[in-house]
Nanobody, 123 residues
Framework: VQLQASGGGLVQAGGSLRLSCAAS????????MGWFRQAPGKERELVAA????????YYADSVEGRFTISRDNAKNTVYLQMNSLKPEDTAVYYC?????????????????WGQGTLVTVSS
């Protein structure tokens, strides 16, 4: 599976962005998907995850209520809608495909990674 993330950019605090991650291959629907982010000098962290069907999701406490993860298996795409953005959301965002159909929290459970897209939130 190859993953291509897009949609990052520069936005003012309080604004919104929608990230997309397009996957190649016909097995996209068999993978849980996750969005991670990595800020300068910090470890990569899981932001949101979704199971293979889209019926179960996970959000980090820091983004709960502001971010929404979704997927369209017909389009082989997973999305991250980010609202009420804060400067601390500034990071490179990565999409990843998990090794199981249900989402996992552990970074090591994600086996395919996109190239990352930069989100910068100005104050």
């Amino acid at each position: 599976v190859q993953l291509q993330a897009s949609g990052g950019g520069l936005v003012q605090a309080g604004g919104s962005l929608r990230l997309s991650c397009a996957a190649s291959g016909r097995t996209f629907s068999t993978y849980a998907m996750g969005w991670f982010r990595q800020a300068p000098g910090k470890e990569r962290e899981l932001v949101a995850a979704i199971d293979w069907s889209g019926s179960s999701t996970y959000y980090a406490d820091s983004v709960e209520g502001r971010f929404t993860i979704s997927r369209d298996n017909a389009k082989n795409t997973v999305y991250l809608q980010m609202n009420s953005l804060k400067p601390e959301d500034t990071a490179v965002y990565y999409c990843a495909a998990g090794s199981r159909i249900r989402w996992q929290r552990n970074l090591d459970d994600y086996i395919y990674w996109g190239q990352g897209t930069l989100v910068t939130v100005s104050s």
